[in-house]
């Protein structure tokens, strides 16, 4: 790892960076025993993982006077991240969902990709259509999505005047599949203005059929759609990019001379809200699907949404008295 910390123009400049590549062994990995051994699960330490990545962050303090201050920050993070191997003899672990479809443990892909049934693919490249006009979907498992995002940044801004302090902080997650059945149900069953429109009308897929010809089977969008998201599970996948007001506040404290004659040795009001707005813009509008949900619980799953109630926005106060 090399790093740089930094300040410059008595403090009105900060910079620090990190670059790293380190090489995790020995991991706990938990391997599927026999039923009949009287056990369902072992586990050993085997495991070996790749993370390369940046962290750097530059604090910019524009105006500094006696009354008056601006103080902005940015961040940024990037890490990749490789399974190197998990355990001999063994070609991939089940890490969360389930062992059709899930997050996993394979070498030579990020940790955690996320495993499901694919489209088939015709003889010319194309989505294979078989008779019925659908798209057909893999009999076996393969990688069909990564939910770690390429990189996140922040942007911290605060102005102070006068013991009255209004901050905010934008964030911005760019990437990161995730299996939506928030999305797709809504989308195949027409329940979202983004799909307002005759669903009877007749269609013809984009594809190829078996031998490589332009697909000319017709049907109508209520068939098909439910095919496209809930055929293969690739189809279920989605582009978890998302820009978020991640907080917004506005504080006040009053002046040290007003409270000579109390025993308070400060006095401070904050009004603070989260999560007031987001944008997915790889998302259907009309879903107005919030990439941050969870389905898994705790623990290292990630990228799936089983109908997973939204997330809410938070509005407080805080009234802070010290002695």
């Known amino acids: 790892e090399f790093g740089v910390e930094g300040r410059f123009f008595n403090n ?4 620090d960076l990190s670059i790293y590549d380190k090489q995790s062994s020995d991991l706990l990995v938990d391997l599927d025993l026999d039923p009949a051994s009287g056990f369902t699960v072992t586990t050993i330490n085997a495991a070996e993982v790749s993370n390369k990545g940046i962290e750097v962050s530059l604090n910019l303090i524009p105006i500094k006077s006696k009354d008056f201050t601006w103080d902005m920050t940015w961040n940024l993070t990037s890490n990749k991240n490789e399974v190197i191997s998990v355990a001999d003899g063994v070609d991939q672990v089940t890490i969360a969902g389930y062992t059709n479809l899930g997050n996993f443990a394979i070498p030579g892909q990020p940790f955690g990709a996320i495993q499901g049934s694919a489209f ?13 006009g659908e798209y057909q979907a893999t009999n076996d498992i393969e990688v069909i999505g990564d939910p770690n995002p390429n990189y996140t940044a922040n942007w911290l801004n605060s102005f102070s005047y006068k013991g009255v302090t209004l901050a905010w902080q934008f964030s911005y997650t760019d990437g990161g599949d995730i299996y939506s059945v928030t999305t797709a149900t809504m989308l195949a069953r027409g329940l979202t203005s983004d799909s307002d429109f005759d669903r009877f009308l007749p269609l013809i897929l984009p594809g190829e059929d078996a031998e490589g010809n332009a697909n000319t089977v017709q049907g109508y ?3 098909y ?3 496209a998201f809930f055929g293969a599970d690739e189809g279920t996948i989605f582009d978890g990019t998302v820009v978020r007001l991640r907080e917004v506040s506005l504080a006040y404290s009053l002046p040290a001379s007003l409270l000579d004659k109390t025993p308070f040795g ?6 603070a809200g989260e999560n007031l707005w987001y944008n997915a813009p790889n998302f259907p509008p009309g879903v107005n699907f919030d990439p941050e949900v969870l389905s898994l619980g705790v623990g290292n799953g990630r990228g799936f949404d089983y109908l997973t109630g939204p997330t809410a926005k938070k509005i407080g106060a805080t009234l802070s008295l010290t002695f």
């Open 12 to 15: 009105r400049v900060g910079l």
């Open 120 to 132: 088939v693919r015709g003889p010319n490249g194309g989505l294979l259509v078989g008779g019925n």
């Open 221 to 223: 969008v209520g068939d």
């Open 225 to 227: 759609g439910f095919a």
């Open 266 to 271: 400060s006095i401070s009001l904050r009004v």
